[in-house]
T-cell receptor, first 109, second 118 residues
Framework: KQEVTQIPAALSVPEGENLVLNCSFT??????LQWFRQDPGKGLTSLLL?????REQTSGRLNASLDKSSGRSTLYIAASQPGDSATYLC????????FGGGTRLMVKP | GAVVSQHPSRVICKSGTSVKIECRSL??????MFWYRQFPKQSLMLMAT?????????EQGVEKDKFLINHASLTLSTLTVTSAHPEDSSFYIC??????????????FGEGSWLTVV
């Protein structure tokens, strides 16, 4: 059974810092990995989707990498802003979709 | 711990029929639940927000009459795909936030439902 772990569970940084969120998974037989953002009381917003054959994806200040063999993905956020404060989730798609527990990010002005 | 149960996990139906997918919060009450859809090789996309006791809020481009959402109790939301067609074949997943004091607004997800319309 696939298990997805996100570290850290919570993170607080001052504005402007570059930061890395980690996601690890136990079964490397995946189709894709996806990073989401969720604001309190809202649904998920998809940030980046990495297919199993890809190594990374970039969108604006966000960069996500995937190392399928080691079961790891990172989400890099450059020059963080208070508006980046949210919960970030990674989800691994195998036969089912398995989510990590999320990282709660707080960016302080 | 808190669990969101989604049923059925897989369903095959004939074109033109309707299919109901259930999403239950087993250990907590959820006034809000979210329904998502994922087509092959595409991102998971939010379809609608289900609100207990009131109408669901649909995302742009999602047909309300096609995807009926009923949130009749604090633990159950249902998504009914009406008059299903092959293009509705997809992976559907629900989520529910546990907003109780001890949970810290943790979000729980169902395991998803594969719908195939033939």
């Amino acid at each position: 059974k696939q298990e997805v772990t996100q570290i850290p569970a919570a993170l607080s940084v001052p504005e402007g810092e570059n930061l890395v969120l980690n996601c690890s998974f136990t079964d490397s037989a995946i189709y894709n990995l996806q990073w989401f953002r969720q604001d309190p009381g809202k649904g998920l917003t998809s940030l980046l989707l990495i297919q199993s054959s890809q190594r990374e994806q970039t969108s604006g200040r966000l960069n996500a990498s995937l190392d399928k063999s080691s079961g790891r993905s990172t989400l890099y956020i450059a020059a963080s802003q208070p508006g980046d404060s949210a919960t970030y989730l990674c989800a691994v798609k195998g036969n089912m979709l398995t989510f990590g527990g999320g990282t709660r990010l707080m960016v302080k002005p | 711990g808190a669990v969101v149960s989604q049923h059925p996990s897989r369903v095959i139906c004939k074109s033109g029929t309707s299919v109901k997918i259930e999403c239950r919060s087993l250990d907590f009450q959820a006034t809000t639940m979210f329904w998502y859809r994922q087509f092959p090789k595409q991102s998971l996309m939010l379809m609608a927000t289900s609100n207990e006791g009131s109408k669901a809020t649909y995302e742009q481009g999602v047909e309300k009459d096609k995807f009926l959402i009923n949130h009749a109790s604090l633990t159950l939301s249902t998504l009914t795909v009406t008059s299903a067609h092959p293009e509705d074949s997809s992976f559907y997943i629900c989520s529910a936030p546990d907003v109780s004091a001890h949970s810290g607004n943790t979000i729980y997800f169902g395991e998803g439902s594969w719908l195939t319309v033939v």
